[in-house]
């Protein structure tokens, strides 16, 4: 019996505008919503992966998401327009950490940025 990963559930403040922020922005599809007693959840992914991004609203949410001080460094997200993708995160109005830049010692072209609730996204386009 082998093991994969299907999906990972990350907490937010503001359930409709995350949905926004990873449709909009950086391009996923949601899959499903979920409503539970103490939470609104929504499952986001897109063609041809079978990873996803769940997303939950905690009922009794108060204030920003307490990241700790080492829980999540970050997760990544594959585009073929990192430029794109890029540029519509910083007209959302996300913090930057790092501009698209081309690693030479492996072929690709990363970014990073900050989802609204302060998530580090790593951006990353394949150059084959």
Do not use: N
Not at 52 to 57: G, R, T, V, W
Not at 74 to 90: H, L, M, P, Q, S
Not at 96 to 101: D, N, S, Y
Request: net charge negative.
């Amino acid at each position: 019996m082998g093991s994969r990963l299907a999906q990972f559930c990350i907490a937010v403040t503001d359930l409709e505008r995350s949905e926004e922020f990873y449709t909009q922005v950086m391009g996923l599809t949601v899959l499903d919503r979920i409503e539970i007693p103490d939470a609104k959840e929504i499952v986001l992914g897109s063609e041809g992966s079978s990873s996803k991004l769940q997303l939950a609203q905690k009922t009794a949410q108060q204030g920003p998401i307490d990241h700790g001080d080492e829980a999540l460094w970050k997760f990544y997200i594959y585009t073929d327009d990192i430029e794109g993708v890029f540029r519509a995160a910083v007209e959302y109005g996300c913090e930057v950490e790092m501009r698209p830049a081309r690693l030479q010692q492996w072929p690709v072209t990363v970014a990073m940025v900050f989802d609204p609730d302060g998530y580090r996204i790593e951006l990353l386009q394949s150059h084959s």
